[in-house]
Each structure stands twice: as structure tokens, then as C-alpha cells.
């Protein structure tokens, strides 16, 4: 076996899902690969649709029945792919674990956080009522919950959204997982929480050296939470890299796009917002060849062809694009901004 | 929690004077004078006079209505037209019957209708499914009257394992008289389990698509557990509601069944006592049945607060 403190702890290898969507099946995750260290953060990016959630409920083994995954996920050289419910349920929560969009129904509104919190201490720690709820407060208490000993008995709807929040995180870190999955932890959140949130989350996982994978459709919080990111489009990752890399010199005209179309401060008046014309494509009927073509302003005919490979434009920096030579050649990212 | 009851308390009080008008002043307008029935169509009109001033039929009708509701609260229900004995014995004694069976069709109901609706669910679109939803179709399409004789039929003709009708009192045991009561309870029951099924089944479907389903499957909860211990809490708010219901459903299939099946209840007391005229009787029996239809949803609404905690917090 080799030696854990160079294996990847996470080692996604050439991740397919198909699901079956209401509009026919749909390949909503194509060709995805990336390896993850222990203590390492990766950031996925993208617009709704693009497969970034798809790919996060494949690693827990929690896409509907009808989904075919194909490819490898291996957890420290474990395969999961084709595990069975019940093996896959010793690994959530305990060794994977997830935060989720909406903290207003993440959250069973009939079960006291104490309980909800409890509840994998109890399950993959085998924790008496009494341990688990005094490690439940302890967590609450981390987390930055006020009064957590005499709240925790207290029901989800008695809290604002950025305290269930922290309740949910708390939930996902109570058996100290390796790899902490955050889907828009923030998205649902007011701008101050937001920060607040990702603050937390970002010294949980440095204090307990777990992996994270952050999603989020915000290049923002992208760029200063995660080590490396991924920029998904269309099932496929388009992009990726050391976040500082990546922003530096942004090799795929949609990372560009993402990039020109956040709002600036301290804009003109009047200015209008840059857009990415056109709309993503719907996953049951992706373009050939490249999934961005449709949209992306520097095709040509040999773009629809055939899916580009990824290139490598930098140290660790990949695109995948045929292109570069012109979407580079303009510098866009964070020193041409 | 006690400000929620008490409200509710006060609702209930609130809705039982509003039925009790109702009912009175219903039964009041109806044609047809009671003495005169009593008497005969040939009876001189003075003694039909006398009859009506004796039976207090000749006072104002607020002044009976009065009387009515002061009678009810002393348990005083005056005497039937027709028997000449006190109502409220009348009517104990054929509680006795309808009280076991509506319990009876209760149970079956609700353990059918949850054990068919919770594995619909939890088997959504597979064989099994549509198989049991198929069959509550049936039973939605069914008449009580009609599935009744059919059971007679298999039951108590051919199989001859049960009697076809009449009850055999509780004097000789419980066994015997829960056996003469298991057809009619089984009749009333099957429709409204194939109802209650529809209902369950749907109610826990949609909590499955709720979020915090898939937040319990994160923590490494097994599909089973997370039914068992998330969704089922939270489907039972909907569940009641209908159960609430049905149970006034349930109250008024009895004067149907109890006169398929013989059976000496409270329904073919009612419909005995329609036919005589006898409205004093009907008047209390059908203030008894919506006396027990509000009280049952009254008992609904405060599980309500005990099922969801927000329940007590909003209501306070």
C-alpha cells in the first residue's frame, strides 16, 4: 500500500453520471477527474445546471436510483463507485459529510437540534443519549451557536438562517469526516453572514486538517477560500487549477466570461453588467464537441468536432480548449482587472 | 400549549351552540306535527291539541330551544315521542354498539391505510405500488351497502365462519360480540382506507422530496431509518386531517351498515326514528354525532401541536 501522507485521500477518475431527467436521460457529469490530498481545498465552479452539484451527491452516494454513474471515486484507494446502500451509509457522515444550500430545510423541523446534531454520533460512534448530546453542545458550542447548552433542545424554527447554518455544519463535522463537502453553504445567506459562514468553515477545516471541496457559483468566494479550483461547464470541467494560477491568467473564454460578468465596484454609472450571451445548454441535449461552443465567442468549426482535450497553459493550470493561443492572448484575471 | 388547548376549547364550545341552532331550528321547519303523527290521521283535533300542549310542543321556539340545550346540560333529554322512555337511556343503549364499531372501523382503517400508504411510498412506482393503487381505486369506487352484502355473502353464506347479521351483546364475552361486529366495521372501513391509503401514500412522497430527507441521508442514515424516524413525523400532519374527517364519514356510514347488518346501534335508531316521526329522538342523536365529529377534530387539532413543534409557538 502506499504511503497515506502522499496518497490522495479523494481520487475522482474519469466520473460520468447519467440521470434520468424528465426531458429524457441526460449526461450531467462527463469525463470528470481530480485528486484531492488530505488537508487540500478545491473549489468547483459554475452556473446552475453545469454539473458541480451532480458531481459532489456522486462522491456521497446520494444521486436518485436511476442515475448511472460511471468511472472511479476512490476514498483513500477504496472504490466506492457500485458500493452498496448500506457500505455507503458507514462513509456519509462519518468519513464524508456535506453542508447544503438551504439551511431553512436542510434542517427536520419536527426534531431538536440537539437530537439532529446528535444523530451520527449516535449512529457511527455509537454514542449513549448522554455522550451524544454533551458532544452535541460542545459542537453547537464550535460552531459559534450563543447558549448552545441551553438551546440545544430547541427546534430548528426558533433559529435565523445563518444559526442553522452553523447547526448544520456542526451536524456535518460531529464525527470529524476527512473530506467536507460544502454545496453554497452561503448562497441562501445575507452578505454579512456570508462571510461569517465561510470564516467558520475555513478554520474548522484548517483546525481539524479535514479536505474540503467548495461549490459555489461565486468566483469571489472561490478565489479566496479553495488551494485549487474547477471550472465546470455543460457535465465537463473546463478549466483547472491553483486558484492563484487561474486568476492570474484565465485560459477558457466561459472562465473569462464568469470573470468579466461579476459586478465592480466603483463602475460608472450606468454601466451595464457584462453577460454571457445565449443560456447553458440543457444536459439532454449538449452540443458536440465542446459544451461551450454554442455561447463561446471565440469558435470555430473544429470546436464542434470533437470534445477539445485539456491543455496545459501554466504549472498545474489546465484548459480545455483549442483556442488559447487566442483567448490568452488578451490577459484576463485578477492582475488585468 | 395551554393557551393553544384553551382556544381550541372555545372553538369547539363555539361550534357545538352553532350545530345545536342548526339542528333545532332544521328539524323545527320540517313538516309534519308530531302529536298529529302520534295520534293518527284520525284522531280528534283536541286531543291532538291536548297532546301538543302536554308534549310543550305549543311554547315559542326560543323557549324550546332553551329548554333543549338546559336539558343537555343536565343530561335531561326528555322522553321519546314514541317509546315514552327517557332518550338518554335510548340512546346509551345502543351506543353500546355504535361506539365498539366506529372504533373498530377506526383501527382497521388507519392500520390498513398506513401500512398500504407507507409502503406505496416507500416502494414509489415499482410493482407493489401500483398494484395496492390500484386496488384503493376499487375500493374508492366502492358502496359500503354493496361491498357489505358481498362480505355476507362470502362470509356468512358460503363460508359460515361469521353471522350475517344482528349483534350478539357483550353479556357472552367480547369475542362474540367484536365477531358480530367485524363485517359491518370492515365494511365502513374499506373505502375510507382506500382514501386515508391515497392520502398517507402522497403526504409521505412529499416529505421524501424534502431537503432535510437528503441532510439524514448525508449523516449516513439508511433509507428505512430516514422514513421511519424523519418522514413519517412529518406526513402524519396531513394524515390526521383527512382521519379527522373520515370520521364523521365513518359516523354517517353507520346508519347505512347498521341497517344492512340488523344491528340495534345508534344509526338505525336515527333512521327508525325519521320514520317514526320521533324528533326528539333524531334531534339528540344527530347533536350526539356531531357532538363526537367535533370532539374527535378538536382531539386532531391538539395532537397537531404535540406532532409539530411550531405549532405551539405560532399559536401562542
Not at chain 1, 484531492?36 to 436518485?64: N, Q, Y
Request: glycine residues 8%.
Amino acid at each position: 500500500m502506499a504511503d497515506p501522507a502522499t496518497m490522495p485521500l479523494i481520487e475522482v477518475a474519469n466520473l460520468g453520471v447519467r440521470l434520468n431527467t424528465s426531458r429524457g436521460p441526460a449526461q450531467a457529469v462527463r469525463g470528470v477527474s481530480f485528486a484531492l490530498k488530505r488537508g487540500e481545498t478545491l473549489g468547483l465552479v459554475g452556473e446552475s445546471g453545469c454539473g458541480k452539484s451532480v458531481t459532489a451527491l456522486s462522491l456521497m452516494g446520494l444521486l436518485p436510483d436511476s442515475a448511472g454513474v460511471t468511472g472511479s471515486i476512490k476514498l483513500d484507494g477504496n472504490e466506492l463507485v457500485g458500493l452498496s446502500d448500506a457500505e455507503y451509509c458507514r462513509l456519509r457522515g462519518n468519513r464524508i459529510s456535506m453542508i447544503f444550500q438551504e439551511p431553512m430545510t436542510a434542517l427536520n423541523p419536527m426534531h431538536t437540534i440537539g437530537n439532529q446534531v446528535a444523530e451520527p454520533l449516535r449512529r457511527h460512534k455509537k454514542y449513549s443519549a448522554a455522550q451524544a448530546r454533551k458532544e452535541a453542545i460542545a459542537l453547537l458550542d464550535r460552531v459559534g451557536l450563543p447558549d448552545p447548552a441551553r438551546r440545544v433542545d430547541a427546534y430548528p424554527h426558533q433559529f435565523s438562517g445563518g444559526q442553522r447554518q452553523r447547526i448544520t455544519i456542526a451536524m456535518a463535522l460531529a464525527c470529524e469526516p476527512d473530506l467536507l463537502i460544502a454545496d453554497e453553504p452561503t448562497t441562501a445567506l445575507d452578505v454579512t453572514i456570508q462571510g461569517q459562514i465561510l470564516d467558520l468553515i475555513a478554520d474548522l477545516v484548517e483546525e481539524r486538517g479535514m479536505s474540503m471541496i467548495l461549490i459555489s457559483h461565486d468566483l469571489g468566494v472561490i478565489a479566496e477560500n479553495v488551494q485549487r479550483m474547477m471550472v465546470m461547464y455543460g457535465g465537463t470541467v473546463v478549466e483547472s487549477g491553483p486558484t492563484d494560477e487561474v486568476f492570474r491568467r484565465m485560459g477558457h473564454p466561459y472562465t473569462q466570461g464568469l470573470f468579466r460578468a461579476r459586478p465592480k465596484l466603483g463602475a460608472r454609472k450606468g454601466t451595464r453588467l457584462k453577460t454571457i450571451s445565449g443560456t447553458v445548454p440543457e444536459l439532454a441535449d449538449l452540443p458536440s464537441g465542446c459544451t461551450f461552443s454554442d455561447r463561446c465567442p471565440l469558435v470555430i468549426d473544429q470546436c464542434r468536432a470533437a470534445l477539445p482535450p485539456m491543455v496545459n497553459v501554466g504549472p498545474g493550470h489546465f484548459v480545455r480548449c483549442i483556442r488559447t493561443d487566442v483567448s490568452m492572448a488578451e490577459r484576463v484575471g485578477a492582475l488585468s482587472a | 400549549m395551554s393557551v393553544f388547548v384553551l382556544r381550541r376549547l372555545l372553538t369547539l364550545l363555539a361550534t357545538l351552540v352553532g350545530a345545536s341552532l342548526i339542528i333545532f331550528l332544521v328539524l323545527d321547519a320540517l313538516p309534519g306535527n308530531a302529536a298529529q303523527m302520534l295520534m293518527g290521521a284520525d284522531a280528534s283535533p283536541d286531543a291532538v291539541r291536548a297532546l301538543t300542549v302536554k308534549l310543550g310542543l305549543d311554547q315559542p321556539l326560543a323557549v324550546r330551544y332553551l329548554q333543549w340545550i338546559k336539558g343537555l346540560v343536565v343530561g335531561d333529554l326528555g322522553n321519546s315521542y314514541v317509546y315514552g322512555t327517557p332518550v338518554a337511556s335510548l340512546i346509551a343503549e345502543r351506543l353500546v354498539l355504535t361506539i365498539p364499531l366506529a372504533i373498530m372501523a377506526m383501527t382497521i382503517t388507519v392500520t390498513l391505510a398506513l401500512s398500504a400508504g407507507i409502503y406505496t411510498a416507500a416502494n414509489h412506482n415499482k410493482l407493489g405500488d401500483v398494484g395496492v393503487m390500484s386496488l384503493t381505486q376499487v375500493g374508492i369506487a366502492l358502496p359500503n351497502f354493496w361491498f357489505a352484502i358481498l362480505l355476507v355473502l362470502l362470509f356468512a353464506v358460503r363460508l359460515q365462519w361469521l353471522s350475517a347479521g344482528g349483534f350478539a351483546g357483550w353479556e357472552d364475552g367480547i369475542w362474540l360480540g367484536v365477531k358480530s361486529l367485524l363485517l359491518p366495521a370492515i365494511s365502513l372501513a374499506v373505502v375510507q382506507a382506500a382514501i386515508l391509503a391515497r392520502v398517507t401514500r402522497s403526504a409521505v412522497l412529499e416529505v421524501l422530496r424534502e431537503d432535510f430527507v437528503r441532510t439524514a441521508r448525508a449523516k449516513g442514515l439508511g433509507k428505512r431509518e430516514v422514513l421511519w424516524s424523519h418522514v413519517l413525523r412529518n406526513a402524519m400532519i396531513p394524515v390526521m386531517t383527512v382521519m379527522g374527517l373520515q370520521f364523521a364519514n365513518l359516523l354517517a356510514g353507520t346508519i347505512v351498515i347498521e341497517n344492512v347488518f340488523y344491528l340495534p346501534g345508534l344509526g338505525r335508531l336515527i333512521f327508525q326514528s325519521i320514520a317514526n316521526r320521533d324528533l326528539i329522538v333524531v334531534r339528540n342523536c344527530v347533536m350526539l354525532l356531531a357532538a363526537m365529529v367535533v370532539i374527535v377534530n378538536f382531539v386532531v387539532d391538539v395532537l397537531y401541536a404535540f406532532i409539530d413543534p411550531r405549532i405551539k409557538v405560532h399559536d401562542l
